[in-house]
């Protein structure tokens, strides 16, 4: 199993820029991809940005040229980031990283982002 674990989350005016991390921990060696997604009040959750395991990318058309995913391994841990820059209001909204590998895709808590403007 893999555990994950989302921290960053913040109250930031329109226009900033902030930076959210995911610590995976377990059987991070069975991990495939890594993705962020986030759910706004209302509305459905949807993907945001997704890696592989080979570094390959992947965004919503919606934070292309705003936001970077990255991720740093070690043997036994993988940290997974977005750089979040020109936020916007619609950018609000829980962000929840997830973990692809073998069976069902591990799920972190969630971090609240609140963009104001």
């Known amino acids: 199993q893999v555990q994950l674990v989302e921290s960053g989350g913040d109250l930031v005016q329109a226009g900033g820029s902030l930076t959210l991390s995911c610590a995976a921990s377990g059987r991070v060696f069975s991990i495939n991809a890594m993705a962020w997604y986030r759910q706004a009040p209302g509305k459905q959750r949807e993907q945001v940005a997704l890696?592989?395991?080979?570094?390959?990318?992947?965004?919503a058309d919606s934070v292309k040229g705003r936001f970077t995913i990255s991720k740093s391994s070690t043997e036994n841990s993988v940290t997974m980031f977005l750089q979040m820059n020109s936020l916007e209001v619609e950018d609000t909204g829980v962000y929840y990283c997830?973990?692809?590998?073998?069976?069902?895709?591990?799920w972190g808590q969630g971090t609240q982002v609140t963009v104001s403007s």
């Open positions: 997830s973990a692809y590998g073998l069976g069902s895709p591990a």
């Open positions: 890696i592989s395991r080979s570094g390959s990318t992947n965004y």
